[in-house]
């Protein structure tokens, strides 16, 4: 077995090396660096990992500890901070430990604070819905005090709240079951409150939502029907987080990089959605924990939902530049990604370069990472013996993975070297390093004004779809003839035109066995797709065009029909959805099968036809109760 106390630097050639010990580092000794140790879970009969499953935000492993050390050089001494909140509280099980769970650590600007997500120790005999839940707390370095952000025990225990980060005011920006605007929704709708699961019914989904700093005013923000997780604020003060992409028919079913505002206004696609074999053909990776980098890419862990050994592929995206890891926003091909290092193990499967969990910039220019790292280690059956990886152990069957023994490490992508910050310890993983350092203040971004027929439709909870034209398909135009032909009435008469509705569809929030036990034939053909209602239907004008205001807050989507009302052309399978007032504007409609840039404004597609320019203040209304127009419901069978 390695003797790991005896490491002092690692090469990034396949192999441990010892080598002299580092020279001071201002970024290294000035900064204190807080990290997470937790006990390794092991299967009894196995003797395997536990897998972590990241479809499921709320999973408790417990056995976690949040650690800060004066600074990230290897001698420094390091002092546990949060178990003090559990101190006297009865929290001890059975065999007197304190087992609690940390994770999502986040540094304020000024560098002195730390947001982090924390749940209390297991309720021994307690049914899950008694369980505690994640909350949000802040640790406070120059005043050393710990605090959890929501005050009030009945709201805290309310929703399952992790993921939190400082936006540029104060505030905070979390991922939340509490789903505050959607359980609102179902109560005015006649409907009980709660939670709705995520597309296939395994836990209440995550959604973003944001909150005073001392946790008033929670307001959810993005209205998704699977998980939207990991909020980064960026430069520009907009919010970039991984987006669990699960409408029930969606072929590239996964987790891909979206853009919002602070208020919840600009939700856009980003990045990911045709990249999920960008690492390996064999592997369909995710796009996780987005994080600032000095290049201004933004730095990802890329991974499958579910891994028993916790490795990720380390990865920069050029999300400013490319939509696609092989594809550019003007549609052209390239490279948008990159991975810190070559052939690193991931997804089960060991390699000589070891394998890597969390990964977090330094941001001090030098373009260096705090890693956690282990080295490949395989296990000798014959012997009983854990070894360190040759290729030719690699290449035998006198082997197989050995657990993980996550250190924390400073990495140097360009001298291609791993210093030691923590050293490992069998049976423990040290995990999310950050440094307490202040950096630049992100832009801010107030809360979107609107006014004239926005500021009517906003007071009344109402915003706007504007498809320019749903003949224009990927940039080409699908109409008979071509748009201009379609739009002129003498050319082409109605009956002729193939598109003459839109439908817009909302889903039905599921909740829980304990408000309701759906049989799976509630559900159609696919247990993981939604029931959806009808909001209602619009005339689409002769050239593809339709404005029509939609509810705000509601994820929906939409079907291109004909006269009998049977859906034409392919079946939309992203949720959209309107912040009060805000008017999302669509060029055209999009086949789920091709490549091309979709759901991003900066993304160029081609245009086929002139299309007709938006009317100037009047929209279609689905709403019976607005003195405006509005579409009627639809008086036939809908087999679409």
């Known amino acids: ?72 050089a290897a001698g420094a001494s390091a002092r546990d901070i949060t178990s003090r909140a559990f101190a006297g509280a009865g929290f001890l099980n059975d065999d007197g430990e304190l087992r609690y769970d940390v994770k999502d650590l986040h540094v304020s600007q000024d560098g ?51 993921a939190p980060a400082y936006l540029p005011d104060g505030r905070i920006v979390f991922s939340s079951t509490r789903q505050r605007t959607s359980k609102a929704i179902l109560l005015d709708e006649g409907k009980p409150q709660f939670p709705g699961l995520d597309e296939d019914r395994d836990t209440p989904a995550f959604v973003l939502h944001v909150m005073d700093d001392d946790g008033e005013n929670i ?13 980064l604020v960026t430069d520009n003060g ?55 980098t000095d290049s201004g890419a933004v730095q990802v862990q890329l991974r499958p939902f579910e891994s028993s050994d916790y490795a990720s592929v380390p990865a920069e995206v050029s999300v400013d530049e490319y939509v696609e890891a092989d594809l550019r926003l003007d549609g052209t091909a390239g490279a948008g990604q990159r991975t810190l290092v070559a052939d690193v193990g991931f997804d089960g499967e060991p390699s000589l370069q070891g394998s890597y969990g969390s990964v977090s910039p330094l941001l001090d220019g030098t373009g260096r990472y705090l890693v956690s790292w282990t080295p490949c280690r395989l296990r000798d059956i014959a012997r009983e013996q854990i070894v360190n990886c040759t290729q030719e152990r690699l290449d035998s069957d006198a082997y197989e993975p050995a657990a993980p023994v996550y250190g924390l490490w400073l990495l140097d992508v360009a001298s291609g070297t791993l210093r030691p910050v923590v050293q490992p310890i069998e049976g423990e993983q ?64 109605a009956d002729a035109r193939p598109a003459r509705f839109l439908r817009l569809e909302k889903p039905v929030a599921m909740p829980d066995d304990n408000v309701r036990d759906f049989d799976n034939s509630a559900f159609g053909r696919s247990r993981g797709q939604l029931m959806r209602e009808i909001l209602g239907y619009v005339p689409v004008e002769p050239d593809g065009s339709v404005r029509v205001a939609v509810p705000a807050n509601v994820a929906f989507a939409v079907s291109v029909l004909d006269a009998d009302g049977q859906r034409v052309g392919p079946r939309h399978q992203n949720w959209l959805s309107v912040r009060p007032g805000e008017v999302l504007a669509c060029k055209g409609c999009h086949d789920p099968n091709s490549d091309v840039p979709h759901g991003r404004p900066d993304a160029a597609r081609i245009r086929s036809g002139p299309g007709r320019p938006p009317p100037a203040c009047r929209f279609q209304i689905l709403n019976p109760r607005c003195s405006l127009t509005w579409a009627k419901p639809w008086r036939r069978p809908m087999p679409g």
């Open 1 to 72: 077995m390695p003797a790991f106390g005896l490491i002092s630097a690692v090469s990034l050639s396949g192999c441990l090396s010892s080598s002299d010990s580092q020279t001071a580092d201002p970024v290294v000794v000035e900064n204190p660096v807080a990290y997470v140790q937790r006990t390794l879970q092991i299967e009894e009969n196995s003797g395997t990992l536990v897998e972590d499953n990241l479809a499921d935000p709320a999973a408790f492993r417990p056995g976690a500890r949040l650690y800060l050390k004066p600074s990230a």
């Open 112 to 162: 002195t604070r730390l947001l982090f997500a924390m749940r209390a120790p297991e309720i021994e005999d307690a049914d899950d819905e008694d369980q505690p839940t994640w909350n949000i707390w802040e640790y406070d370095s120059a005043s050393d005090t710990l605090s959890r952000i929501i005050g009030s025990d009945v709201t805290a225990r309310a929703g399952q709240d992790v």
């Open 219 to 231: 307001e959810q923000i993005t209205f998704n029907q699977s998980h939207d997780l990991d909020p």
């Open 238 to 292: 907009t919010i970039v987080f991984s987006r669990w992409d699960n409408a029930g028919q969606t072929r590239d079913n996964g987790v891909n990089l979206y853009q919002v505002n602070p208020d919840g206004t600009g939700l856009s696609y980003l990045y990911g959605r045709h990249s999920h074999d960008s690492v390996s053909d064999s592997s369909d990776v995710q796009y996780l924990k987005p994080q600032k």
């Open 430 to 493: 040290f995990d999310e390093a950050v440094l307490l350092k202040e950096r630049t203040l992100e832009t801010f971004l107030p809360e979107s004004q609107f006014a004239g027929d926005q500021g009517v439709l906003a007071d009344d909870g109402y915003g706007v779809l504007d498809i320019r034209s749903v003949y224009d398909l990927d940039g080409v135009d699908t109409a008979p003839g071509g748009i201009s032909t379609t739009a002129d009435p003498v050319q082409t008469p």
